[in-house]
């Protein structure tokens, strides 16, 4: 086999044990959300959003299985969003992904519906389900998937309507949740709000992960000394932008710098040092890559 061959081969290789691990992904994350259903949110009447939410209303007001409802209605959804959305729903490996979930979830919520409830406490059972939720989310999206349901739901209204897909999911989540305070009770509403709050921000976590970096902008007279500093005092590499004053049109440039969140302290007390008038801007850098941190993949 030639070297061309044997790189085509192991690019193949790459590539079908990055769709399986991909579809590994989606799996474990529908695991992970019909489970936190089961133990934490239906149990407590927290109905936080989606298919899953309409399946706690029901379930507690008509006594239906969460699971068949959910299968009655993310099946039909998935198909009136293939028939609707068509190619805007992605490439063949999303959809065959979004099937996965789809079914799967609901099949995981059957299995699961046994257990025993791990909390009766329904804050315990908001922040918990939320942050179950919102880690099974977070492997579904790491996967290239999606569990279907009113995110689906969400696309067919931001068609129509033109209105921006964060509202439409908004919309219908706010709807599903309003509706719970009624048919369930004010505090299941309330609960389900702290849910889907802890939910988006797990799902931050496992998508985008814990950083500690910081993004520096400085912009200061004395840049070249500043640039010298950092390079020797805390061995960080440094990028100069051209930056230009709005009132005075003066041009201004600014040093980009990331640093550890321990060299914070260090930079701010350099520039303060070098430049006591200096203007430095810090914010979160949430994904780094390159040498001299940690890489994310």
Known sequence: ???????????????IWGIVLDFIYVLIGSSLIAIAFNLFLMPNKIASGGVSGIST???????????????????????????????????????LKTIVGTIFLPFVVFLTSGLDAATTNPILGAIFGGVGVGLGLGFVFRG????????????IIHKFTGLQLGICVVLIDGLIVVNSAFTLSLESALYALVSMYLTGKVIDVVQLGISNSK??????????TLKQAIFEEIDRGVTQMEGRGG??????????????????????????????????????????FGEGFRRHY
């Open 247 to 288: 009132y005075t049109d003066d041009a201004r440039p600014v040093l980009m710098v990331v640093v550890s969140q321990n060299e914070l302290t260090r930079l701010k007390q350099l520039v303060k040092r070098i430049d006591p008038k200096a203007f430095l801007i810090v914010s979160n850098a949430t994904e780094v």
């Open 1 to 15: 086999m030639n070297k061309k061959s044997r790189n085509r081969s192991g690019l193949l290789r790459n590539s």
């Open 215 to 224: 993004l520096a902008l400085i912009i200061s007279e004395h840049q070249n």
């Open 144 to 155: 290239k998937g999606s569990t279907g349901g009113t995110d689906l739901l969400a696309q």
């Open 57 to 95: 209303i029901l379930h507690w007001k008509f006594g239906l299985e969460p699971s068949y409802v959910q299968w009655a209605l993310n099946i039909p959804l998935f198909i009136v969003g293939v028939l609707i959305l068509g190619k805007s729903l992605g490439y063949v490996n999303f959809a």
